[in-house]
């Protein structure tokens, strides 16, 4: 029998001191030894980024009463140099957000939540990415923290996978109002780009990338169609982006 | 029968003034009209990032001949920003690269080229990334212009499928060398990292990141196996994380 509390590494992208990492920091610290290694400025749409070409910097802190580092680098670098330098031991699992904003559908592959927790899958440690649908500084994470822990819970008695990643929403709801949760898969979508067009005070033209999230799946085993019905999505995750169905339609190319 | 030669949008990671962007825009010349749009600065390892909390600026020049916007974003923004601002009709073709190292295995996810393909499949265009292995800034692109000309050609002349994403990576050989092109998955592996640790001359402990790519698949299908056998790998890849084996495995979630 392990006598050990499991040790629980917490990561985010939106920075190591945005409310969502602290909400997520009060719900691992019931249920084990809490690290946390974030980044030291907001992060997000950092998709799966590491830092190649420049150095890496650790700023030791706390965080709601937790040991914590801030790290000059990604959300998916702070993985990395937790796992590898700062931790003496393994972890048994990696949560990272509480993400503010949605990374259902297409947002995943954008999302630097997720790289964080697709990266913990790769170096074999169980890994959890939440995000609630609200970008409020101000939002309420209540009903994350109440699914957050029911999930990890389960996880950390259950889960024999070592590379399991999980994405999981939560609509921006009270409690008393989410359905219940729903294992599903990503959603076919994308987003329909538009750029708002500026001149500077030197007369030099600059962008804001804007635009909308564009469903293109009626499947009612989606993300998308969870949250919009109210349930939290969880979606598994795998870091395998080789178009499986594809490899026969263009096996033609080796005998050009 | 349209008589209108094919648009060819060129993108890369490595930056605008890199020697393998000029060599992909001597092979799309040959087969289309083109346009690059390119990073003003290298983002190797940038994933899919894409820039949400700051502007874009654009910069138009001549590349080899043909006209040119180097782009204060990321790789992804790049593709965005083509399709959606600069562009007067959509490109028949994307082609990213050719990136100066490996995209092969897990690098993928880490690519700043295959994020910029992957964005224009995500658009609706063909799109095909194309890496060399070698990081030389030197390193001879000549094998690398023969095939990217053969698999643009038959992608133009064939290919039906908008979303088609290819990930193609070439050994640093001379053409004789080569033994030919196999479709392929990608190859489960990943990084071993280190970080080695430094002094800067203030005293302050600073970090670079180090690794070894460990291989954990003996498939005679994956890219790394063609690589190691002197082939060029053809990957078809596509924005899908789910992990759909997974999905029945996890159902009991539900039901906590």
Redesign the interface.
């Known amino acids: 029998m392990n006598l050990k509390r499991p040790l629980i590494l917490v990561v985010n992208d939106d920075g190591i001191h945005a409310p969502g990492i602290r909400a997520l920091i009060e719900v691992a610290k019931e249920l084990g030894e809490v690290t946390v290694v974030a980044p030291n400025k907001?992060q997000?749409?950092?998709?799966?980024?590491?830092?190649?070409?420049s150095?890496?910097?650790?700023h030791k802190e706390k965080i709601a009463g937790v040991t914590a580092y801030s790290c000059s680098g990604t959300p998916?670098?702070c993985v990395?140099?937790a796992?590898?330098?700062i931790l003496d031991r393994k972890p048994d699992l990696i949560v990272s957000g509480i993400n503010h904003g949605s990374n259902s559908s297409?947002n995943?592959?954008?999302s630097g939540t997720m790289?964080a927790a697709?990266e913990g899958a790769?170096?074999n440690i169980p890994s959890i990415g939440f995000s609630l649908l609200s970008h409020s500084i101000d939002a309420d994470f209540t009903a994350s923290q109440h699914y957050a822990k029911?999930?990890i819970t389960?996880i950390l008695s259950?889960n024999k996978?070592k590379n399991?990643?999980?994405?999981v929403n939560i609509p921006n709801l009270s409690t008393a109002l989410i359905s219940?949760?729903?294992?599903?898969?990503?959603a076919?979508g994308?987003w329909e780009?538009?750029?708002d067009?500026?001149t500077d005070p030197m007369g030099?033209?600059?962008?804001?990338?804007t635009g909308e999230f564009i469903l293109d799946d009626d499947g009612r085993d989606t993300d998308e169609w969870a949250l919009r019905n109210n349930y939290v999505s969880?979606?598994?995750?795998?870091?395998?982006?080789?178009?499986?169905k594809?490899?026969t339609?263009?096996?033609?190319?080796?005998n050009?």
Chains 1, 2 share one sequence.
């Open positions: 907001p997000s749409g950092m998709g799966h980024a590491i830092t190649l070409d150095t890496l910097h650790l998916a670098d990395k140099i796992v590898n330098k297409i995943v592959i954008y790289s697709l790769l170096e029911k999930i389960q259950t996978n399991l990643c999980l994405n219940g949760l729903k294992v599903c898969r990503q076919n994308n780009e538009n750029y067009e500026r030099r033209t600059y962008y804001w990338l969880v979606v598994p995750v795998q870091p395998d982006l080789t178009a499986h594809l490899l339609d263009i096996k033609h190319l080796e050009e």
